[in-house]
């Protein structure tokens, strides 16, 4: 057997075993195993965030330490967005083949590798010292350290697929939404401990602890992951998780329109590549992405640059945008549902004039309490159309068959923003000054509220 046989052997999905007759230890082990691996995934992607955003904090030393432009700091940010973007959907259509319990703590310990990587080649590689065929010694270090963070990347875009999965398996339908918007504050609360975390090491312990740091406690994480996760409950030999919570239920028939004989291509084809709504919605979710990670990744470098904050002023401010942003996050989907019965357009619409006001009044804004407010309304009013734009008006504009594939060809396009605002956001800042960055949020912001006015519109015409 060959090596990537074996290695293909080794992460396949288990078998299912034979089914447990007994109730009770079916609802034991269903109740055990529930709770560990949701606050497993839940604490494991705070740990992959504080290995991916800690970047952010770090940009401003690592630019008074190696001498970078912020073009060149865009691109060693955007290298990671690269390779993310691709992953994302690729790793999907692995993970639907490949054992939760193996893949997550493996993509989550060569994601830490890859950040003392990062930090190594910094160490041994001193900007100004190193040649290579004539280039300069600059630019070595430069692409070294974009390599290594886009190999991060990849690693990193491994992390969510297994978790959709587990959350699709492990929990039914009547409560999968909740327990989703619960799981993604994940993102938010790992980005808010990644950036205080990363001020702290800044401050005492100097920009490279920010990378080896957080990858240490990765690694010691893996052994947690992987005693705290398993597959589909046919591997523990469990029922379906729908029968579980309704023994009376009963799979429902095929649908009787043509989704029932089409192949899984042509209803890729049909739902997604032919569908002018999930066009409109990718194309508005690379706005939504720009200002994302534009705030994410420049804010502490623009407060610090342009407001003259302390890097401790800085990160604490810079905390409060992902960390209130849970808010957007948890509350969009509950909102559409509880107030516009299950429509997600109007409360993407209201993020959005929300999101391109707090942007704008905080470009103006010479009052320190208040930016604290400002941040926080940009966290919660990107974060809520990040979740449903990608996720359920996805989804719903979509066919159920092809769940998977629009989330992934909508982040594809999420993360072409990701890439924009860290070249794009460098670029106009190294010929325009921070006010043209402030500007490319806003208007990227306006960009996608007009995309999103014009399928409400259209929505309320059928």
């Given at each position: 057997m060959g090596i990537?046989?074996?290695?293909?052997?080794f992460y396949k999905e288990p078998p299912a075993i034979e089914p447990i007759q007994d109730s009770a230890e079916i609802d034991r082990k269903y109740k055990a195993w529930r709770l560990k691996i949701f606050l497993s995934m839940f604490f494991?992607?705070?740990?992959?965030?504080?290995?991916?955003?800690?970047?952010?904090?770090?940009?401003?030393a690592m630019q008074e330490a190696l001498g970078y432009s912020k073009t060149e700091l865009g691109i060693l940010g955007s290298s990671l967005y690269l390779t993310y973007a691709a992953g994302k959907f690729i790793n999907g259509i692995i993970a639907d083949n490949t054992n939760v319990k193996k893949i997550l703590p493996t993509a989550l310990f060569i994601s830490a590798l890859t950040n003392i990587l990062f930090i190594l080649c910094a160490h041994f590689m001193p900007a100004g010292q190193v040649s290579f065929f004539g280039l300069p010694p600059v630019s070595i270090l430069l692409w070294t350290l974009a390599f290594f963070w886009g190999v991060n990347g990849w690693f990193q875009s491994m992390g969510f697929p297994p978790i959709?999965?587990?959350?699709?398996?492990?929990?039914?339908?009547?409560?999968?939404?909740?327990?989703?918007?619960?799981?993604?504050?994940?993102h938010e609360l790992g980005t808010s401990l990644s950036v205080i975390l990363s001020g702290f090491l800044i401050i005492h312990f100097g920009w490279e602890a920010v990378f080896y740091v957080p990858a240490v406690f990765a690694m010691i994480y893996c052994i947690f992951f992987y005693k705290n996760l398993q597959d589909k409950p046919s591997s523990l030999g469990l029922p379906d998780i729908e029968k579980y919570k309704d023994p009376d239920y009963v799979e429902p028939e095929k649908q009787s329109d043509d989704e029932a004989t089409l192949s899984y291509s042509d209803i890729f084809r049909k739902y997604i590549i032919k569908n002018p709504v999930v066009w409109c919605l990718a194309i508005a979710y690379i706005f939504v992405y720009v200002v994302r990670y534009g705030t994410i990744d420049w804010m502490v470098m623009y407060l610090m640059e342009t407001k003259h904050y302390s890097i401790g002023t800085a990160t604490r401010q810079m905390f409060f945008l992902p960390f209130v942003g849970v808010l957007g996050t948890v509350g969009a989907g509950?909102?559409?549902?509880?107030?516009?019965?299950?429509?997600r357009a109007p409360v993407n619409i209201i993020c959005l004039v929300m999101?391109?006001?707090a942007?704008?009044?905080?470009?103006?804004n010479k009052i320190v309490w208040l930016d604290y407010v400002y941040i926080s309304a940009m966290g919660v009013f990107t974060c809520g159309p990040q979740v449903l734009i990608g996720g359920l008006s996805a989804v719903e504009s979509s066919s159920k068959k092809?769940?998977?594939?629009?989330?992934?060809?909508?982040?594809?396009?999420?993360?072409?923003?990701?890439?924009?605002?860290?070249v794009g956001t460098g670029v106009i800042v190294d010929k325009f000054s921070w006010g043209g960055a402030v500007n490319f949020w806003f208007i990227s912001a306006i960009v996608a509220l007009v995309i999103c006015l014009f399928l409400y519109k259209n929505e309320k015409k059928k």
């Open positions: 990537l046989a074996k290695v293909k052997d494991g992607y705070i740990i992959f965030y504080t290995c991916r955003k800690n970047i952010s904090v770090a940009l401003p959709a999965k587990n959350l699709s398996y492990w929990f039914a339908n009547k409560e999968r939404g909740f327990k989703w918007s619960l799981w993604s504050s994940s509950y909102i559409s549902d509880k107030f516009f019965k299950g429509k999101l391109a006001l942007i704008y009044l905080f470009k103006f092809v769940a998977s594939a629009v989330t992934g060809f909508c982040g594809m396009f999420g993360y072409i923003g990701a890439i924009l605002s860290g």
